[in-house]
T-cell receptor, first 113, second 111 residues
Framework: GAGVSQTPSNKVTEKGKYVELRCDPI?????LYWYRQSLGQGPEFLIY????????DSGLPNDRFFAVRPEGSVSTLKIQRTERGDSAVYLC???????????FGPGTRLLVL | EDQVTQSPEALRLQEGESSSLNCSYT??????LFWYRQDPGKGPEFLFT???AGEEKEKERLKATLTKKESFLHITAPKPEDSATYLC????????????FGGGTRLMVKP
């Protein structure tokens, strides 16, 4: 079956620009997670959705980062006024309900010039 | 604060040379410990979940074990296709559903 998909696979932007990253979870999975992975490090948690609501956004680094999941399926991670330090791989994962195994997408590689 | 430390950071093995990867963790109430494999340019691929000390799981050449303080990923007679980064993560009972990851072990298996 189809796994987690993420678009775009790569995104190059300039400092100060706005970007949107999209995640399409496994069909039927109600829980969706965003993580960020810097080169040579493990993924770091950003935000967790249960259905349409953000159940835990404690990992968002600052108010330039925002995520939505309006219909409880596809999610969009939005980054305003991008900075060079935002360059990383942004990973999305989904799980069936909540605490079960999280399955990851291929990631979006963001480069801020 | 939950912490996960993986060692070694990098490991080079000859094909057929068995070894173990270590994942030490500190968590306030473990819900589950997860092992993932990550190939360059790809997302983490799920391997195992362990829930309680003494539990073991196997898949092909890989075997994961769990104690109250650490987990081991044993690789028996590895092949070049086992080369990847192996990530360990914990999920705590009182920290929602987020995963806390270690830095990973980069494994290279030479033919």
């Amino acid at each position: 079956g189809a796994g987690v998909s993420q678009t775009p696979s790569n995104k190059v932007t300039e400092k100060g620009k706005y970007v949107e990253l999209r995640c399409d979870p496994i069909s039927g999975h109600t829980a969706l997670y965003w993580y960020r992975q810097s080169l040579g490090q493990g993924p770091e948690f950003l935000i967790y959705f249960q259905g349409t609501g953000a159940a835990d956004d404690s990992g968002l680094p600052n108010d330039r980062f925002f995520a939505v999941r309006p219909e409880g399926s596809v999610s969009t991670l939005k980054i305003q006024r991008t900075e060079r330090g935002d360059s990383a791989v942004y990973l999305c994962a989904s799980s069936l309900t909540g605490w079960e195994t999280q399955y990851f997408g291929p990631g979006t590689r963001l480069l801020v010039l | 604060e939950d912490q996960v430390t993986q060692s070694p950071e990098a490991l080079r093995l000859q094909e057929g040379e068995s070894s173990s990867l270590n994942c030490s963790y500190t968590v306030s109430g473990l819900r589950g410990l997860f092992w993932y494999r990550q190939d360059p340019g790809k997302g983490p691929e799920f391997l195992f979940t362990l829930y309680s000390a003494g539990e073991e799981k196997e898949k092909e050449r890989l075997k994961a074990t769990l104690t109250k303080k650490e987990s081991f990923l044993h690789i028996t007679a590895p092949k070049p296709e086992d080369s990847a980064t192996y990530l360990c993560a914990v999920q705590a009972r009182n920290a929602g559903n987020m995963l806390t990851f270690g830095g990973g072990t980069r494994l290279m298996v030479k033919p």
